[in-house]
């Protein structure tokens, strides 16, 4: 029984013909001679999407595209910047790209390997969208790619910390404000947040400028300190709070 809902939730949210080609690409990743990239097609991204063998890009597939964890946003009007902090591979900016036709994206990746993919996956969307590859932190500033992630041997779960002293400082870090200000938009219609922990130090200081620019907000918070910092954080701002599976989803209220 489980199965069967496992599988209708796939057939119904990718489509028939392309639940077919979704497991056939799965079982040729599992092939230890197949290394390249395969392709996902899905109804909810514009474009085929590159995903690689065995590693946990068809994990993060299967959440943005199949259990439709940024379906909560749909409906948003007039979405202008999107904003998303912790990439990955491109497919939740993907998702926004198609779902919101008319928006402009900013997608922000540390890992070279994940921001690699991420290019390719989103280079059809060409003009709408400029990937940066940098970590989000509360102030400009450089940090190193931890050697640990929130869970071992996961890429979506890459984490980056601060140098050790006499430690090399190789990962360029940017924090939300400034990026918006680059970005020549002066509201950012929708920010979502994925980004291993990280939420912790972006949201302890240095935030309540560019947070009252933020119309609609969508983060994973990871342990119990990093929801006690946000929540201090947006008390106040005049959010509508609501929770979706693992996001927190927060909508400024008008008036």
Not at 28 to 55: E, N
Request: include cysteine; charged fraction near 25%.
């Amino acid at each position: 029984m489980l199965h069967f809902s496992y599988y209708k939730q796939e057939v119904t949210s990718l489509g028939l013909l392309r639940f077919g080609v979704f497991k056939l690409q799965n079982l040729l990743a599992r092939i230890p001679v197949v290394t390249g990239p395969l392709t996902y097609r899905t109804r909810h991204a514009q474009f085929p999407l590159r995903f690689r063998p065995r590693t946990t890009d068809p994990l993060v597939f299967r959440q943005i595209f199949v259990e439709l964890e940024y379906q909560p946003l749909d409906g948003i009007p007039d979405v202008r910047l999107v904003l998303d902090c912790g990439a990955n591979v491109g497919y939740s900016s993907a998702f926004f790209l198609t779902q919101f036709p008319t928006s402009h994206l900013i997608a922000i990746e540390p890992d070279p390997d994940n921001f690699s993919l991420l290019e390719k996956n989103l280079a059809p969307y060409r003009g709408r969208f400029r990937a940066v590859q940098s970590a989000i932190w509360s102030k400009p500033t450089r940090l190193v790619l931890s050697e640990e992630r929130m869970i071992p041997g996961w890429e979506w779960a890459r984490t980056v910390r601060e140098a050790k002293e006499g430690e090399a400082r190789t990962i360029l870090a940017t924090d939300i404000g400034t990026v918006l200000k680059e970005s020549g938009f002066d509201r950012i219609s929708i920010l979502k947040i994925d980004i291993e922990g990280a939420e912790a130090i972006v949201f302890s200081c240095n935030y309540k400028e560019w947070l009252s620019k933020v119309d609609n907000l969508a983060i994973e918070l990871h342990d119990a300190e990093c929801s006690s910092i946000f929540f201090k954080a947006i008390e106040g701002e005049n959010f509508e709070v609501s929770k979706s599976k693992e996001l927190v989803l927060c909508k400024r209220r008008s008036g």
